[in-house]
């Protein structure tokens, strides 16, 4: 019985409404009329006055007529409104992990962050760009620690939404020839000079065949992009850890792709100079 009085309740108040309104549309309609036949019926009015008056009165007509009919209709648009905020705040809340995808692949586009084939890391997230949508990147894992450089042949795919949230490192930014960073621990039983002095040969060994193409690829980005960049030489420094072991951090200038094998190559040569390799009879059964 409620239900069916609420019916009635807005049904009658519709039919007012739109008798309110027809009745002003006619009025206007009607008092322009009037007005402008007594116009044409007064000889003594010039022909330029009765078109001003002909246009002020249809301008004047129109927005009463507007003001008007707002006036009517003023709390059945004022629920409308209010229900289309409610609908569009529901749709911001249901669809926001999308809006906030859409807008990270925005933001992505803009500042060319990163494209396929780049190496990035973005939170905890480390790997090779293999697939990009505007709702989210594709990266094959690099791994499994933060200072590996292969394949760990996982695939992970990041919402862009990390984008607006998380800075986004481009670890071969500079091309061809990335800058390499390589920490070795070493104990203090190792005298620092010459072990420093031993790692500092073998990478020059070992990177010696990339200096010259390294160099110049650094001079092309440094007069591209008009920024510094470091020696492509290779060099060592040295950071004490604690009472029982320093850092030995080397910086070396190689090609990207290169970074795993020459790494690896350089940690062999070293560890095998330093350590000594394992004894035969060691081995034996």
Not at 42 to 61: D, K, T
Not at 69 to 86: G, H, K, N, P, Q
């Amino acid at each position: 019985m409620a239900i069916a009085d609420w019916f009635n309740h807005l049904e009658h108040g519709y039919i007012v409404d739109l008798t309110r309104s027809v009745g002003l549309i006619v009025l206007l309609v009607i008092g322009r009329a009037v007005i402008l036949r007594s116009l044409s019926a007064n000889p003594h009015i010039p022909i330029e006055a009765r078109r001003r008056w002909s246009v002020n009165l249809r301008n004047a007509g129109f927005l009463l007529g507007v003001f008007g009919l707002l006036t009517i209709w003023a709390r059945e648009l004022e629920a409308f409104a209010l229900s289309m905020v409610a609908f569009a705040a529901a749709m911001v809340v249901a669809t926001k992990e999308l809006i906030m995808c859409i807008g990270g692949a925005f933001l992505r586009t803009m500042s060319n962050s990163y494209t396929l084939g780049d190496h990035i890391e973005v939170g905890q997230h480390r790997g090779r760009v293999v697939d990009i949508t505007v709702f989210s990147t594709t990266i094959m894992e690099i791994g499994p620690s933060h200072a590996a450089h292969q394949l760990t042949g996982r695939a992970i795919s990041l919402p862009n939404s990390l984008l607006l949230t998380n800075a986004v490192i481009r670890e071969n930014y500079m091309g061809d020839f990335v800058v390499h960073v390589i920490t070795v621990p070493a104990s203090y039983s190792l005298d620092p000079a010459s072990t420093e002095a031993m790692l500092l040969d073998t990478a020059r060994s070992i990177c010696d065949p990339f200096l010259a193409d390294a160099r110049r690829h650094m001079n092309h980005i440094e007069a591209r992009y008009l920024i510094d960049i470091p020696s492509v030489e290779p060099r060592v420094a040295i950071q004490p850890v604690d009472e029982k072991q320093y850092r030995l951090i080397l910086r070396i200038a190689i090609p990207a792709k290169e970074r795993h094998r020459v790494e690896q190559a350089i940690l062999h040569r070293f560890m095998f100079q330093t350590y000594g390799k394992p004894a035969p009879e060691a081995t034996a059964p």
